[in-house]
């Protein structure tokens, strides 16, 4: 007779056998029978302070690692706090995993004053995730914690939610671990890569346009971009598919905000478009105003978005971008006598020089943080003003090395994705960068960096204010209310911690403190004042 495991067991079972090292979490009475099977478990648990930080530490595990990032949740308040996480990372198609627990089984969603009951917890997760489900029996536990590791790494990489009552935790059984199979990723047909190396042969002027769907393909793009002589352009998810320093990285250079954008000429001149991985959407086009030219080749694991935004490309392909790529780089070098590089590396350096950002007072600080960031370390990106600027004006050199909230555009990403970052990247430099209004969101994470000894300086842009919703409260009525921040001295609060903290106050300042505390061990903090952004 096979031995007899809790539900809970079965559940950290399941997510060893999919290949998950790490979870993060709060343990709850709600989850008891998931934190007892952690002590036999291989699997390394991270104590978050909030279950949001739990959650963003999952989502900047999984976009550096590109692996999994798993959070243990409870019922209701744990589900409603981990829900705004989950919903950036449904955005920027991050594959996070939410095991959570539920009342049992007779009494869920039937509001009967259970602790942490809640109507529709599937429910409320399911406007956020690929698929939200209930587990009702033991013998499914096994089954649909796999079904949801290896979901949310199919197709287009999404959340997944799965919720397993008390009840059937609790409950003994015998342990049957489904065949682990890795995720589903749709090849290209022959004909589509025949076809699409047609189209890019018979270009004058090809261009490349790359996203967050391209960044495990960055090694084909890259080849194929200096094979064509074609420029390559990025959204912000897609910075560093190719370096920045490239002969024909131009990066995440079209400014959707200014009516005067000298990459406009390229694009004008440009006969097709390769577009991969992206929906081409609102905010990294100006509302679809990017002049892009008609003939376009779109790549996407998601058939909804071929043709999204700017519908009837002349060639569409619903495959994995990777393996498409590769595809299209083998076609494309076995017909390599008709090629000749259509845009010559001078003409991509004049248009980098015509995109330069102008010199103001935050390129120094800009500057500062690059000289000493290694070429494949990670930075990490809240939603600030300085943010923002580096958005155009940082140059990423790998992919997964630049990590924004960029879809859902929440505050308090930054530091704990940044602690998930390092985590699943330990060999990586992580540096988590933040506005003094979105560190509050989330500052109590600095806790979990502490005790876990995760290494990430936090570096604190400074201004006392909430400076885009003042920027929009001026341009719209003039007037302004509720941005000014009464903030705490956050050298004081690292002593508090009882790690380091100090005030740069000027760019090099910045660049020594951060060299310092790259070196450290455990987190820094950083604070930079700055004057309020124009």
Do not use: C
């Amino acid at each position: 007779m096979e031995a007899q495991v809790s539900g809970g067991k079965a559940a950290i079972a399941a997510l060893e056998a999919a290949g998950v090292e790490v979870v993060f979490g709060i343990p709850g009475v709600h989850t008891l029978a998931l934190y007892d099977a952690l002590h036999e478990s291989s699997i390394r648990h991270i104590l978050a302070r909030h279950e949001q930080g739990a959650g963003f530490m999952a989502d900047g595990y999984a976009r550096a690692s590109g692996k999994p990032g798993v959070a243990l949740i409870i019922t209701g308040p744990g589900i409603t706090n981990v829900a705004t996480p989950v919903g950036e990372a449904y955005a920027d198609s991050s594959p996070v995993v939410i095991v959570s627990a539920q009342v049992e089984r007779p009494y869920a969603g039937k509001m009967r004053g259970n602790l942490h009951d809640i109507s529709d917890q599937t429910g409320l997760m399911s406007v956020v995730t690929k698929h939200s489900s209930q587990v009702t029996e033991h013998q499914h536990v096994a089954s649909s914690v796999l079904g949801a590791v290896r979901e949310a790494v199919s197709g287009r990489p999404r959340p997944v939610h799965v919720e397993i009552p008390i009840d059937v935790m609790a409950e003994t059984g015998e342990l049957v671990i489904p065949e682990v199979s890795a995720g589903y990723r749709p090849a290209p047909t022959r004909e589509q890569v025949e076809q699409a190396t047609d189209l890019l042969l018979g270009a004058r002027k090809p261009i490349i346009y790359v996203g967050g769907g391209a960044l495990d393909a960055s090694e084909p793009i890259t080849e194929i971009a200096a094979l064509l002589g074609a420029p390559v352009l990025s959204s912000i998810m897609g910075k560093g598919v190719v370096a920045d320093d490239h002969p024909y990285g131009l990066g995440h250079a079209w400014d959707a905000y200014s009516s005067e954008n000298p990459l406009d000429d390229l694009l004008h001149a440009a006969d097709l478009v390769l577009v991969v991985g992206t929906k081409l959407g609102a905010q990294e086009t100006n509302y679809w105003q990017m002049p892009l030219p008609k003939q376009m080749i779109r790549v996407d694991i998601d058939p909804r978005e071929i043709a999204t935004n700017y519908p009837d490309p002349t060639l569409g392909i619903v495959a994995d971008a990777a393996a498409t790529m590769d595809a299209l780089l083998e076609s494309l070098r076995q017909r390599a006598s008709e090629i000749s590089p259509r845009t010559s590396p001078e003409e991509v350096e004049r248009y980098r020089s015509a995109v330069a950002p102008a010199e103001d007072a935050y390129q120094p600080y800009i500057r500062a943080l690059r000289s000493v960031i290694p070429r494949n370390g990670i930075i990490v990106q809240d939603m600030t003003m300085m943010s923002y600027r580096m958005n155009d004006a940082y140059p990423v050199y790998e992919p997964r090395t630049y990590l924004f909230p960029s879809n859902y555009g929440t505050l308090g990403f930054s530091v704990p994705a940044a602690i998930g970052a390092k985590i699943g990247a330990p060999e990586q430099a992580v540096v988590a960068i933040v506005g003094d209004g979105g560190f509050q969101f989330t500052m109590q994470e600095v806790a979990t960096a502490l005790q876990f000894d995760v290494t990430v300086p936090i570096v604190i842009f400074n201004d006392s204010t909430y400076t885009a919703v003042e920027q929009a409260m001026k341009s719209d009525t003039g007037r302004v209310m509720a941005v000014e921040l009464k903030n705490p001295d956050y050298v004081k609060l690292a002593e508090a911690y009882g790690i380091p903290g100090v005030r740069a106050n000027s760019a090099d300042a910045l660049a020594q403190a951060l060299e310092t505390a790259l070196g450290a061990t455990g987190p820094t903090i950083i604070d930079v004042p700055i004057p309020r952004m124009e």
